[in-house]
């Protein structure tokens, strides 16, 4: 599976499944790494079996949850209990650039692929290692799942519509995150082993991962002592910035500066001088009063109106789209978040894009354009083996 690339050249052997480790190895395979995507031969990656919806033949259904974080990756059946296997996958870390696990903390250890060896059968390997909470502390062998670490990091006490109704996130951010920094901390990694020639252990967690993006609600406690709960569809330190209803749905509006403050004040028949709302700190500390006046003004118009007036202003501002909108936005498209591939099974389906474009200095796009459908369970199988025993002839 050849391809083109910041990553070209580079392969990565992923013995992960659901979803932190598979996003950051899809994440590697975007850049043009190979990936060789090593599944138990009871089913493979858990994330085969996750649904409704599945697609595909009824005596071969596929998961769309798993279609959506293994694009770019070839599969590979081993048992990792058996000699055989465990002597096969030594071999395809000899010849690797990085090794990404999600195992519990001292599984792969049990293995025999404790860092030692690993060290010693390629000094030069990055091993990227995703765990719950941590591979260390008092709950450290803690297993992790992602609505279970988004109420343990605090980040559901911050979302919802008030302090007594926490919500997770829509989509299993912890695990996203957590792939997100593991990509991001292989390439550093990488990058010195450029200098080093040494490879290293890199580790990351849901926990890490979802206490890192606290930000201002985590300076909010740990400068000033204030603990930060849900506030709904609002911004709890700027206003106005949130959701408001319209006679026909919603707009999201951020007033974000004094000058938006005065450009919008006047739209919604408000003075930008009054002494309660002259600044953002007076706004905030009289937010409930603003917020009324807003939607009073707006209650009886229609949302495409107020977002054309909006944009006029030069006030941002936008609508709140459904999934099925989104595919079909122009935007979205043009900016090649969706991506076309040719399954064995499904035929040619449309997939979630990568994030990251690359242009050379004259402006010629670099971007990878041709992605690979995911695998089905075990499909290059054969194929790696082959591989493996000629290079061991």
């Known amino acids: 599976m050849s391809s083109t690339g910041p990553l070209a ?5 992923d013995l992960t499944r659901a979803l932190a480790g598979p996003h950051a190895t899809m994440m590697m395979g975007d850049l043009g790494a190979r990936i060789i995507k090593v599944e138990n031969p009871a089913g493979g990656d858990d994330t085969r079996g996750w649904g409704p919806p599945f697609a595909g033949p009824a005596d071969e259904p596929q998961s769309t949850y798993f279609l959506s974080c293994n694009r770019n990756k070839e599969s590979v059946v081993l048992d990792l209990k058996g000699d055989e296997d465990r002597a096969l996958l030594r071999g395809l870390l000899r010849g690797a650039d990085v090794l990404v696990e999600n195992f519990r ?48 990091s ?53 926990l890490a ?5 606290h930000t201002f609600q985590g300076t909010k406690w740990t400068v000033a002592g204030e603990v930060g709960r849900a506030q709904g569809n609002h911004h709890p330190s700027i206003a106005p910035y949130g ?64 977002l054309a007036e909006l944009e006029a202003a030069g006030i941002p501002a936008g609508r709140v789209r459904s999934l099925d909108e989104v595919y079909a936005w122009e935007q979205t498209r043009s900016q090649g978040l969706i991506v076309e591939v040719d399954h064995p099974l499904l035929g040619s389906v449309q997939l979630p894009g990568p994030p ?33 025993r000629r290079l061991t002839a």
Not at 256 to 267: V, Y
């Open 356 to 388: 990251l474009r690359f242009f050379e200095p004259s402006g010629r796009e670099t971007t990878r354009q041709e992605h690979h459908a995911p695998p089905l369970l075990g499909e290059h199988t054969e194929k790696v083996r082959q591989s493996m």
């Open 9 to 13: 050249g580079v392969t990565v052997v």
């Open 243 to 306: 959701l408001f209803r319209c006679g026909d749905g919603s707009v999201q509006i951020a007033v974000g500066s004094e000058s938006l403050w005065r450009r919008f004040a006047p739209l919604v028949a408000i003075d930008p001088d009054e002494p309660q709302l002259k600044d953002n700190s007076s706004r905030v500390a009289h937010r409930e009063e603003l917020l009324t006046r807003i939607e009073t003004a707006y209650a009886s118009r229609r949302r495409d109106d107020v």
């Open 154 to 206: 605090g980040l559901m006490s911050l979302t919802g519509t008030g302090p007594e109704d926490p919500q997770k996130v829509g989509v299993p951010i912890g695990d996203l995150l957590a792939g997100i920094y593991g990509a991001y901390g292989v390439l550093a990694a990488l990058l010195e082993r450029e200098r080093t020639g040494r490879g290293q252990i890199v580790r990351t967690s849901l």
């Open 209 to 213: 991962s979802l206490v890192s993006v």
């Open 105 to 152: 903390p001292g599984t792969l250890d049990r293995l025999g692929f404790d860092p030692g060896t690993l060290a010693q059968l390629n000094p030069r390997l990055v091993v990227l290692s995703i765990s719950g909470f941590g591979h260390d502390g008092p709950e450290g062998g803690r297993a992790g799942y992602d609505q279970i670490a988004q109420g343990e």
